[in-house]
């Protein structure tokens, strides 16, 4: 078990957005997470990756409880993430925004960088990143914010892979994307499953999730109301219920 | 060689003070590159200025190390008021920090030994002109090479968002607390050198009006790369100099040079030769390729 939550809870004034959930996510493996709007998906990817704390239940990461660890902490134990609606840093080269990614990989550089170097290793690796999430070495010294919404998606990936993460966590990755990006998507993280990551993905469009993922965990009102396989899932009168509303309204 | 030495003997005075003041400017460009605004700066360098003028007079110190005292104590006096403010955001984080400023300047007013209101007169001048041009010329390549390390991208992603930049696993905390750390050091070295510049110092050298000042340097110059404080510096030392024959109308001038910089390169005078290049890119329709 590389995650595993347990009773995990967060309210916001009156408003319980995640109640008392468990999670448990085996290495290698790709967990869907899906849920109405407002169903507490991303409050629960906020708790996991530290940018919230929990006000009651445990996370343990790799089997350390790291349940009051904040994100930075998270970040250095393997846990990466993309943001809903992207959030790359706009100001600055794509190739920047990787190296940043791998802030965590690189030792302290500035006494070495005092002396001008050729092309540092940390940059053919990000060079390397860039291509193979599909955004190509020529937009490497563009700036982020100005590249299109898809590539901004894709540079976000990239900027996550670069901190060799073990749980890799995707807030609604293929949101803006074609039907060819997503396939081209679905194929990135089955590439990257093989090679032993373990990952966790919000989203919308069902075909990504049913093709991707070996599990499938919904949420509704904050709450846990399926974790089965994707099949299973598409059954489920109650998933059904919380998608289309009861049989008896409709 | 003799027209050289002329005007450096003629302008000796302002060439130092444009150099110091090149000086404080980078060592704000520093927290405002990490998207931090602070005005604590000039306080900064009343303490290196104080701390190094007295130990010269009392304990005889060594001129070199005098001045490390006087930077290392502003760098000590900011950690725990770093640690402090940057609770605090934007606005609040700049009133909090000048706050302080008046609060090193009251002191300075009621302590005995640091001379009150009166300051201290008589510092030996031991500042030389090519002392001031090695520390800008050390600080000004160190900060130009960190922009490429590490620590400078860390510095680079907080301004840009302080969220993302935590889940990159950058202690967001930590690396604002070094940079207003390492800004304060160069801030008291500059107040060293500038103590033993003057002849005297006073409270009221390192008020608000000096921490507003110290700030527009490095605004207008720009914050983009470290070209951006010199420049600034140079310029705003150097314009009551150029405007002299304006006699009584040279606030104005300097006023409307300063408020034109804003209005037209907001990102400061550095940009200049930006601006001229996309300009002329557009006009050929080629903004797409630069």
Same mark, same amino acid.
């Given at each position: 078990?590389?995650?595993?939550?347990?009773?995990?809870?967060?309210?916001?004034?009156?408003?319980?957005?995640?109640?008392?959930?468990?999670?448990?996510?085996?290495?290698?493996?790709?967990?869907?997470?899906?849920?109405?709007?407002?169903?507490?998906?991303?409050?629960?990817?906020?708790?996991?990756?530290?940018?919230?704390?929990?006000?009651?239940?445990?996370?343990?990461?790799?089997?350390?409880?790291?349940?009051?660890?904040?994100?930075?902490?998270?970040?250095?134990?393997?846990?990466?993430?993309?943001?809903?609606?992207?959030?790359?840093?706009?100001?600055?080269?794509?190739?920047?925004?990787?190296?940043?990614?791998?802030?965590?990989?690189?030792?302290?550089?500035?006494?070495?960088?005092?002396?001008?170097?050729?092309?540092?290793?940390?940059?053919?690796?990000?060079?390397?990143?860039?291509?193979?999430?599909?955004?190509?070495?020529?937009?490497?010294?563009?700036?982020?914010?100005?590249?299109?919404?898809? &590539?901004?998606?894709?540079? $976000? /990936?990239? *900027?996550?892979?670069?901190? !060799?993460?073990?749980? #890799?966590?995707?807030?609604?990755? @293929?949101?803006?994307?074609?039907?060819?990006?997503?396939?081209?998507?679905?194929?990135?993280?089955?590439?990257?499953?093989?090679?032993?990551?373990?990952?966790?993905?919000?989203?919308?469009?069902?075909?990504?999730?049913?093709?991707?993922?070996?599990?499938?965990?919904?949420?509704?009102?904050?709450?846990?109301?399926? &974790?089965?396989?994707?099949? $299973? /899932?598409? *059954?489920?009168?109650?998933? !059904?219920?919380?998608? #289309?509303?009861?049989?008896?309204? @409709? | 060689?003799?027209?050289?030495?002329?005007?450096?003997?003629?302008?000796?005075?302002?060439?130092?003070?444009?150099?110091?003041?090149?000086?404080?400017?980078?060592?704000?460009?520093?927290?405002?590159?990490?998207?931090?605004?602070?005005?604590?700066?000039?306080?900064?360098?009343?303490?290196?200025?104080?701390?190094?003028?007295?130990?010269?007079?009392?304990?005889?110190?060594?001129?070199?190390?005098?001045?490390?005292?006087?930077?290392?104590?502003?760098?000590?006096?900011?950690?725990?008021?770093?640690?402090?403010?940057?609770?605090?955001?934007?606005?609040?984080?700049?009133?909090?920090?000048?706050?302080?400023?008046?609060?090193?300047?009251?002191?300075?007013?009621?302590?005995?030994?640091?001379?009150?209101?009166?300051?201290?007169?008589?510092?030996?001048?031991?500042?030389?002109?090519?002392?001031?041009?090695?520390?800008?010329?050390?600080?000004?390549?160190?900060?130009?090479?960190?922009?490429?390390?590490?620590?400078?991208?860390?510095?680079?992603?907080?301004?840009?968002?302080?969220?993302?930049?935590?889940?990159?696993?950058?202690?967001?905390?930590?690396?604002?607390?070094?940079?207003?750390?390492?800004?304060?050091?160069?801030?008291?070295?500059?107040?060293?050198?500038?103590?033993?510049?003057?002849?005297?110092?006073?409270?009221?050298?390192?008020?608000?009006?000096?921490?507003?000042?110290?700030?527009?340097?490095?605004?207008?110059?720009?914050?983009?790369?470290?070209?951006?404080?010199?420049?600034?510096?140079?310029?705003?030392?150097?314009?009551?100099?150029?405007?002299?024959?304006?006699?009584?109308?040279?606030?104005?001038?300097?006023?409307?040079?300063?408020?034109?910089?804003?209005?037209?390169?907001?990102?400061?005078?550095?940009?200049?030769?930006?601006?001229?290049?996309?300009?002329?890119?557009?006009?050929?329709?080629?903004?797409?390729?630069?």
């Amino acid at each position: 078990m590389l995650l595993e939550t347990a009773g995990l809870t967060k309210r916001f004034g009156g408003v319980t957005a995640v109640n008392a959930v468990d999670l448990a996510v085996d290495e290698r493996t790709t967990l869907g997470l899906i849920g109405p709007n407002g169903a507490g998906k991303t409050t629960l990817i906020n708790l996991v990756s530290g940018v919230l704390v929990a006000d009651e239940g445990t996370i343990r990461f790799a089997g350390a409880d790291v349940t009051r660890e904040r994100a930075h902490r998270l970040a250095a134990r393997g846990i990466a993430r993309t943001f809903q609606g992207v959030r790359v840093f706009k100001g600055l080269s794509a190739l920047d925004n990787v190296l940043i990614g791998a802030h965590t990989q690189l030792r302290p550089d500035v006494l070495t960088r005092l002396v001008p170097s050729r092309r540092p290793a940390e940059t053919v690796d990000a060079l390397a990143l860039l291509e193979r999430v599909g955004l190509g070495r020529a937009r490497a010294h563009a700036l982020a914010g100005e590249l299109p919404y898809g &590539d901004q998606r894709r540079l $976000e /990936i990239a *900027r996550a892979l670069a901190s !060799r993460p073990r749980l #890799l966590i995707l807030d609604e990755p @293929a949101a803006g994307m074609n039907a060819t990006e997503s396939a081209a998507l679905r194929g990135l993280m089955r590439s990257l499953v093989a090679e032993g990551l373990t990952i966790i993905l919000i989203e919308h469009d069902v075909r990504l999730v049913m093709g991707a993922c070996d599990r499938v965990v919904v949420l509704n009102f904050g709450r846990k109301i399926a &974790d089965a396989a994707p099949a $299973e /899932i598409q *059954r489920d009168p109650v998933v !059904r219920e919380a998608y #289309l509303g009861s049989e008896d309204a @409709a | 060689m003799d027209v050289v030495l002329d005007f450096l003997r003629t302008y000796a005075t302002a060439i130092a003070v444009i150099g110091i003041s090149a000086l404080l400017a980078l060592s704000v460009w520093l927290t405002l590159y990490a998207g931090q605004l602070t005005l604590g700066n000039a306080a900064f360098m009343g303490v290196g200025a104080y701390v190094s003028a007295l130990l010269g007079r009392h304990l005889d110190t060594p001129f070199p190390l005098a001045l490390l005292a006087g930077a290392i104590t502003a760098g000590i006096v900011a950690v725990p008021l770093g640690v402090t403010v940057f609770r605090l955001r934007g606005v609040y984080l700049a009133i909090a920090t000048l706050a302080f400023g008046e609060v090193v300047r009251v002191i300075l007013l009621a302590t005995p030994i640091t001379g009150k209101g009166q300051g201290l007169n008589g510092i030996p001048p031991k500042t030389e002109l090519w002392q001031i041009y090695l520390s800008l010329a050390v600080v000004a390549y160190v900060l130009w090479r960190v922009q490429g390390s590490t620590v400078g991208r860390a510095w680079a992603a907080i301004r840009e968002d302080e969220l993302a930049s935590a889940s990159q696993g950058i202690d967001v905390g930590r690396f604002k607390l070094a940079a207003f750390v390492i800004g304060a050091l160069i801030a008291g070295w500059s107040g060293g050198l500038s103590a033993h510049l003057t002849f005297s110092i006073d409270p009221s050298d390192f008020g608000f009006s000096k921490a507003v000042q110290i700030l527009v340097f490095a605004i207008v110059g720009g914050i983009p790369n470290v070209l951006g404080p010199i420049v600034g510096a140079a310029l705003f030392t150097a314009l009551p100099e150029i405007l002299r024959p304006l006699k009584d109308y040279r606030d104005i001038f300097q006023g409307l040079i300063l408020l034109g910089v804003i209005v037209f390169l907001p990102r400061g005078l550095v940009t200049f030769l930006d601006v001229r290049r996309t300009r002329k890119l557009e006009q050929i329709g080629a903004a797409d390729v630069a």
